[in-house]
């Protein structure tokens, strides 16, 4: 194994969960995350030797959002077919609906799921971002790592108006 290979999975591996996870919360299908979540590990182990200072996890969520706006832009050129509901699907056609133990839990689960997807997806894509990276050291350590300053602190506007308003659409 070379040494190039053993930085990368001990610098940027620890952080896999965490590129998944925003990777899930800006594709939502999870295997939409999974596809963008590959394509980012791919780019970050191709361009790893250009990585500045000991701190790959900013580096990485920045690679993992770009290849979400990469995956975006590319998917608005294919026709994409809609799953069909629960209650559209045939009761013979099992093969596409899910086994739940309990069906009062899963509905309130399915209703409060539902509900807050559909305040986040009101939002504007930036308002949807800064939602998305609960973790502010993250998108932090990000724009001051390129040297957006100024950016930064919009972000930190946009994320308090923005989080400020979808409490009241709940």
């Known amino acids: ?8 999975e001990a610098q940027a ?19 939409d995350a999974d596809d963008i979540v590959q394509d980012a590990m791919l ?15 900013p580096w990485l969520m920045s690679i993992v959002r770009n290849c979400f706006l990469t995956a975006v832009q590319s998917s608005k050129a294919k ?7 629960d209650d559209e ?10 086994e739940h133990p309990d069906p009062e839990a899963a509905a309130i689960q399915a209703e409060r799921s ?9 939002l504007p894509q930036d308002f949807r971002e800064v ?5 502010k050291s993250i998108w932090m350590e990000t724009y001051f790592m390129t040297g957006l300053y100024f950016l930064a602190f919009v972000l930190i ?14």
């Open 89 to 98: 699907i045939a009761a013979d056609d099992r093969a596409l609906m899910a």
């Open 114 to 122: 539902r509900r807050l997807n559909s305040v986040i997806a009101t």
């Open 79 to 85: 026709l994409n077919v809609p799953i069909p509901a």
């Open 43 to 57: 780019r970050a182990f191709r361009a790893f030797d250009s990585v500045r200072g000991d701190d790959v996890k």
């Open 131 to 135: 939602l998305v990276l609960r973790e």
């Open 157 to 170: 506007f946009i994320a308090y108006y923005g989080l400020h308003g979808i409490f009241y659409r709940l």
């Open 13 to 31: 591996l620890p952080h896999l969960d965490a590129a998944y996870n925003l990777a899930r919360w800006l594709a939502r299908p999870p295997l």
């Open 1 to 8: 194994m070379s040494d190039r290979r053993r930085r990368f």
